[in-house]
């Protein structure tokens, strides 16, 4: 690929930035879309304001881009939560170090590399991409230690840039911990794993326990209680009901026969209730018997102080470590109830199989993938498909395959991968949707990285032959070979599946449709109450992150990617404050507890980064190059042990002396 | 090697072992010999009884063996405390699952190796030692799922044995939890990283942080002094004073002139008074203003209920995590006092410096070890020392070279490595002995196992190579290759380390010549009181799970190794039970934290063995073995999570429900 083939890539997918987003411009302002484009205002307050038609609203304009820049912190804090001032935190970082990687980078190693062998320079144009990166310098070449320098100011200026984010959001998420106004969840403990005895019931063991052992703190519990099938039934009545209730509003009869709820709607409403009483709003008298039946050996508990909660949070509470377990409760709209009923002792075995099922589903995946890898490599295609290579002559046609197909059909086969990951991560047994979101955010990561990044680096010649998994010594060799060789297809990654996927997320086609749908076929002129979306953290953080990860391994082999990389995160800076202001609703938070993730992700990337540089070093033949790298590589782990003991105990557990200080009643 | 050579080697040992064990029933009947072999009651009660001369005392029994043999778990747990039962518990499980081995290998698995290929036997005593191992099976033999069975009952037998003792000695520690009497330490949590401010003192933090999060249940503190210069001098004065003492008794001048301490032995006891109130015995009234300069952020908090204790032990204090760091103190004896005034900051960075101290030493250690391994390969040695040719001809001298010099070499080389290890624990930064003394034990056994083990299997053709270290996929393979050949050296090293082992400490070699030289040379009438010695952990249960390991590795592929080890075992099952009824003094237990190490331990040899067993099904082409051993190691795995879930929490932090049922006053 050449200079000429890649800015045509960039041409192709900037012109496609441009249409979708004046095209989402466009569409913001029609009223018909306001549940689609302002989401949160539109759950406040579901009036339906009718503007008069005029022209303004066809012609594009970059208001949207004005406001998404002006928006403080406060305000993404106030709207959307401390997850989304973490989010917003992830882009900032990484436009601040990319930028200083982009700055040395650029100024200094590309013209090393371009420079670094003595050959006749094409046109600028009809240069090959590979000469701007490091696979261009002489061996044993004297100008590695520009290499080498970036490398210790990216790595000095990323490590100093984590603590402070760190610090800071340590800092929200207690502030958020204290601050908050006081809610229920703060009181209550959810309790696991209750012994089951012939003699009484749950409900009294809960009782006795914790009267027994915290006679002071204790004030009173609620069961989880089984869903039977008649429960299932309500709940699949009361959902289709609501359903109904969009298309046929409540006051108004006609404009559309509904011959199911004719008259039926009242008798729809009382079963909801009742459904509603089942997770435990009425009390426990009636159905006494059956109810006892139905209880479920986890409940939650109510503490007189936050800090009681707290400390039976985190105290270990039986010697049988299965039984009595106990957790802080989630917020109400966090809970996850239908996984509550799970016995605790199962919850170990559900994760190591889920872990197995995700490990097997990442191997799976390696088939289409591989089939993408060989888009690339257009002489093997054209050789196992001789057909096509009279297409594959045209130029245009060459650069296409070559620059964007590969990327596209890789996107596709993605998006397959976050409902899957959710679907294990609930299986898991996670008690609250935040914590399945954050276990899903993990998986999903993982997945990306390993699919996209090492399957891509190590799949051109190595994978077929299945030998990388038998050197463990040779790795460091055998990825710097592979990576700046590699570089090439990660730019267009970046190009392609970063800046179209940052538009899709702006102009979100699939509630646009299902709008549309409503609107024009189903005729329906209620707005829908309940579609509101939370912030899909499981696909953006690994998505921020594998951009990250390839900005960082390539920048110094490779520093054309830069750029791209920059470009990519100030889009993704006013897409997502433009989302989090707007669409998206935050029912639930888990306080930045995403932020040990991204940190340690970033720190991966950062030591493999210096690991393929000293592979790369090595084959250079740069022994100096090579002895300055690894006491880099031994820092940067030490400084995330540092993080490691310095903050992460506050976002697994919270401190008695905050839970004290502000909200014991 | 060949039968008659190892019959030869098992001759030696056993004649050593009857040796020393007749000496030392000689031995301990010597009154003088009292204070060396009857510590424990001449501590209690240190009485001279001078019993008159009779030829009974120069005659070797085996009452000691009967008393030893007879001792109840009671008596061990009066005697020893729990730590000392949980030793027991280590042999007598190894007994259990060894004799099981040995049954089912030696009738089942050991015909086959013999007859395992058509070949002319030789005279059983001429028969080399591979012909009872796995390497005489066919490739392809139809016999191999005897093996794989013997893997199944050995594994399975196994995990039921770890059940069960997992599970008694948990309930041993929660009844040693709850049943101890009473005292300050229960109610004592250890707080480090206080942190410091110019305003007050580190006691007035302490004093105002515990009385506002914990108003109802704390009760006082003690600072942590730091010891000055002064206070070094004079504890090492008070040390000689010690010293002296002992040779010069306080009661009687004269015997021996002593120009140092005539006449000052008061002034010393004065001085040795004060130095102990430096560690907290005094008020803190006098010397008001240097002590303020002279206390460290550490500090012993005592609070109203054990409960209380526990809580403030189990929670997250501080916002900062490196802040107001708590955990239960250790008892008065078990506090390690010199450890405690290094700054909690350090104690992480300190703990990565020796973690690479320790490994850099493991590998260190290579040298040694390849050159014994190089004496069991005599064709080699004789080829680079020509002059050795001429002795080692004869056979007497090639047997024992071959069978006997390699072991005592390596021993000699390892008894420096505990004292080494232990160093590295102290400079951790532990502040309890038992603790050191656990993380002593578990680097001891990391070096043994690594250093003994794996070193020997790989040394012999693969390390000069360093190839070893680059495939990961061969490593099955290469142990499989490896292992049975190595077996012999093993046996032999079980005959020689492992049975000598135990006669030396069963003689007190080193205490045995102390005493002698006390007596006999400086003259010294008194008895030494302060010479008493706890037991030895970090050094004994490594031993004993290196045997153990050994036996496991070798039972299928060399069923040979299996009696020795039996041998063994119940040698040490005698031999230490007589250890701890009679010499060693129990100062402070850590209320069998050990274990866990011992369960974890135990799972990788099994792993480990059943990984060898699959490489070795690969070798021998036996798709089905290979195929049924692979579920087994999952399913070990599996177990070990199971009891890792079930059991370990407990092993780290006390529950609540103990705490608060027996002891809240």
Redesign the interface.
Known sequence: MDIGALLTSAGINIAICVVLLSLYSILRKQPSNVSVYFTRRFVSEPVKRSDPFCLERFVPSASWIMRAWQATDEEILAVGGVDAVVFMRIVVFSIRIFSIAAMICIFLVLPVNYYGQEMQHKRIHAESLEVFTIGNVKEGSKWLWTHCLALYVISCSACVLLYFEYKSI?KMR?AHITGSPPNPSHFTVLVRGIPWSPDHSYSDAVEKFFS??YPASYVSHQMVYRAGTVEKLMKDAEKMYRMLKTVEPHGKQGSMPCCLCGGTTHSFKMLSHEAESVKGKTSVDELQSTQREKERPAAFVFFRTRYAA??AA?????????L?VTQLAPEPHDVYWSNLSIPYKQV??RK?ATLLGAIVFMFMFLVPVTFVQGLTQLDQLSHTFPFLKGILKEKLMNQLVTGYLPSVILILFLYAVPPTMMLFSTMEGNVSRSERKRSTCIKVLYFTIWNVFFVNVLSGSIIRQLSV??????IPTQLAKAVPTQATFFTTYVLSSGWASLSCEVIQLFALLCNAFRKFILRSKEEPSNCTLTFPHHTEIPRLLLFGLLGFTCSVMAPLILPFVLVYFFLAFLVYRNQILHVYVSKYECGGQFWPIVHNTTIFSLVLTQIIALGVFGIKQSPVASGFTIPLIFFTL?FN??CR??????FK??????S?RNLSI
Chains 1, 2 share one sequence.
């Not at 557990?653 to 905050?658: D, G, H, L, W, Y």
Request: glycine content about 0%.
């Open positions: 340590t207690l027994t052992y707290v400390v985190q105290v270990l509470q039986s010697p049988n470590p299965m009595w170990w075995l190591i998994f038998s050197s463990v010594r040779d030490l042990e540092y003991q310095r903050f992460s105990p506050v557990s919270s401190p008695a002396q905050v004290i």
